[in-house]
């Protein structure tokens, strides 16, 4: 999938990605929300690189793409529509994470527009979704500007979980 909004490109993560994908992994303010909240090494950036993926399998438009701006290629975070089981269902999460230089420009509002928009409408998802952790104000702000609701609180891997969905 390439999805492109007025200030940026969603392209598919390459092998070249690798140090971009790092510089977030390894950072703990970003990582602090983000599964276990502990930062990634090479290695955990290798199993995460792998693991990204494995979910482009399940089709061009699904997994973590890259998120460069439009006008220089330069990348800034990453997002997408990841497949995810959520108390053994399947579901369809959007998903946004944006580099710490980047943070604060509404990148991540404007990118989970269009993919709410492209899930629902060019897929026909009947549901999307954002696992966002209690403390992250800022993804949940990100979840509710796109006009998700919380739809219940869980345990996923061991992390406090707020779902929060929208219907098409």
């Known amino acids: ?11 598919p993560y390459e092998d070249k990605d690798m140090g971009f994908l790092q510089t977030m992994l390894s950072n703990p303010e970003i990582m602090r929300f983000i599964g276990n909240g502990k930062p990634k090494d090479e290695s955990g950036t ?13 089709g061009s438009e699904f997994g973590l793409h890259v998120m460069v701006l439009k006008d220089d290629d330069v990348p800034v975070g990453h997002a997408g529509l990841v497949p995810q ?17 980047y ?17 629902l409408q060019e897929l026909a998802k009947q ?3 954002a696992l966002v952790q209690p403390r992250n104000a ?7 500007k796109i006009g998700m609701q919380i739809e219940k609180e869980i ?14």
Do not use: C
């Not at 999938?1 to 392209?11: F, G, K, Q, V």
């Open 1 to 11: 999938m390439i999805l492109s909004t007025e200030r940026l490109i969603l392209r």
């Open 46 to 58: 290798k199993h995460f690189m792998d693991w990204i993926y494995r979910t482009y399998e399940h």
């Open 85 to 101: 089981q959520v108390e053994g269902k399947n579901e369809i999460e959007i998903g946004y994470w944006v580099n710490r230089p």
């Open 103 to 119: 943070w604060g420009i509404g990148y991540a509002t404007e990118i989970a527009v269009a993919l709410k928009n492209f899930g």
């Open 127 to 129: 549901k999307l979704i």
């Open 138 to 144: 800022a993804s949940k702000n990100v979840a509710e």
């Open 155 to 168: 345990v996923l891997s061991g992390q406090d979980v707020i779902v929060y969905a929208v219907q098409r």
